[in-house]
């Protein structure tokens, strides 16, 4: 409810007049896409942010973009604290607490240490990206420092949102633009809680240095997909002329690794995703619906998530009843919520391309593409969005809210509903595969 007004509120001070360059009033449904994409910090848009909005408009979006970022990571990370500590309660005296790491208790303190974390990255940021776009290419001082801003908030909320109309491929060869935005975007996407136990890490001199299992699989994922998306960006587009083609050595491997991080959710883009092969397209997309770390402000079902249904593979090719990783048993009750998670977002992803595919003569790849970045909120387009008609732009805003939010209630509703049966029916097993 709290994102769902927060997408109202925006789209009605997007409707006023002095939120556009023009003299006319934005249209309801362009107001109502560009504040869901914003809220949700999705990145889509259907008309340039730059030439389009004023600068009041311009403000409302990085507003919008702050609040449902820094929304986004506390709400999931209280949700993770709360439904941790009741299973961690119940489940104490078999396993031991792995929840253990803030009390119920310290809320506040978990939601200021949220906003101490973002004002950090977006700070840092926004001085490095201004000292470039003033220094180097000779912005004005107020200008790069609105520039360095606004990219600042969009990289580390993995917004995608650019007042470039052709986003970074104008600073595709920059890496002083392009890396700390990466970084950035890492950094978002990882989430507080491996924040949080990444600074304990530093503190505990001489003591035993533990990290959760979620963090083992949150850093150790989001380092695997990052190889796997930059080997695939340079091997299908290292000889595309209309993306790395021309390109040098240097810079096509500050593109490849550029553009293997924007999937993760961000949705910046120094490359054309409109003249990238079918091939890469597909590769994003499946980097895309994983998304980032939960609790972060990164989209998709998540790297953990995707980590449990490798480890239930793995587990069951080698004929073992239970699965276990990183000296730990993950239960039943995590294993059927990864699964849930999965198979909800696969079909809303499945039952929005179907419905483009009926109204728009668009081809699956760029359909399933944008459908794809509206649920796991990236942002990353093959620039068909703003031709979508008004119901096909509704579809992707449906995705766009129940992507920023579903997982997360999801997860935690599945979590906190947990009861026991007074009875079992007799086993059957029925012909699988």
């Known amino acids: 409810m709290a994102f ?3 997408i109202l509120l925006g789209t009605g001070l997007l409707s006023l007049p002095f939120a556009v360059e023009s003299d006319e009033r934005a249209p309801f449904m362009t107001a109502l896409f560009t504040a869901a994409s914003a809220a949700s910090v999705t990145g889509l848009a259907v008309e340039d942010t730059s030439s389009y909005w004023s600068l009041p408009g311009e403000v409302t979006i990085l507003l919008l973009i702050q609040v449902g970022g820094f929304g986004v990571m ?3 990370t209280v949700l993770a604290l709360v439904t941790g500590r009741r299973l961690g309660l119940r489940m104490t005296v078999y396993t031991g607490s792995e929840a ?7 809320v506040r303190q978990l939601v200021l240490g949220v906003l101490y974390v973002t004002l950090l990255f977006e700070g840092a940021l926004s001085v490095m ?3 470039r776009w003033w220094l180097t290419y000779d912005l004005p001082f107020a200008k790069a420092l609105y520039t360095g801003v606004f990219h600042a908030v969009s990289a580390f ?3 995608g949102f650019s007042l470039y109309a052709d986003s970074m491929e104008g600073f595709a060869a920059d890496p002083w633009i392009t890396l700390p935005i990466a970084v950035a975007v890492i950094a978002g996407g990882l989430g507080f809680p491996v924040w ?10 001489g003591e035993s240095r533990h990290w959760s299992l979620h963090a083992k699989i949150t850093v150790v994922m989001t380092a695997v997909l990052l190889a796997v998306g930059f080997v695939a960006f340079l091997a299908l587009e290292w000889n595309n002329p209309a993306t790395m083609g021309g390109m040098s050595l240097r810079e096509r491997l500050l593109t490849g690794f550029f553009q293997a991080v924007m999937p993760r959710t961000a949705g910046f883009n120094s490359l054309d995703f409109g003249e990238m092969n079918t091939q890469t397209l597909l590769v994003t997309d499946l980097l895309m619906f994983i998304g980032g770390g939960s609790a972060g402000t990164a989209g998709g079902i998540k790297v953990t998530t995707f980590a449990i249904l490798l480890l239930v593979v793995y587990a069951n090719v080698r004929g073992e009843p239970t699965i276990h990783v990183a000296g730990r048993r993950l239960g039943h009750t995590t294993v059927a919520q990864a699964t849930t998670v999965t198979t909800l977002a696969m079909g ?8 483009l595919m009926v109204i728009t003569p668009f081809t699956l790849d760029r359909i399933l593409f944008e459908t794809v970045s509206a649920f796991a909120t990236v942002g990353l387009s093959t620039g068909i969005t703003a031709d979508l008609p008004p119901l096909g732009q509704g ?4 995705l766009m809210f129940i992507g920023r939010i579903g997982p997360i209630t999801l997860a935690s509703a599945l979590a906190l509903r947990r009861r026991g049966r007074a009875y079992e029916l007799p086993e059957a097993r029925p012909i699988v595969g």
């Open 4 to 6: 769902a007004a927060l």
């Open 196 to 205: 949080v136990e990444l600074w304990r890490f530093t503190r505990r001199r």
């Open 157 to 159: 909320n993995n917004a």
């Open 100 to 106: 253990k790491g803030v009390s119920l208790g310290e």
């Open 74 to 76: 506390a709400l999931a």
């Open 129 to 131: 990206l201004t000292l």
């Open 395 to 398: 579809v992707l805003v449906f």
């Open 348 to 355: 809303a992803v499945l039952a929005a391309t179907l419905t």
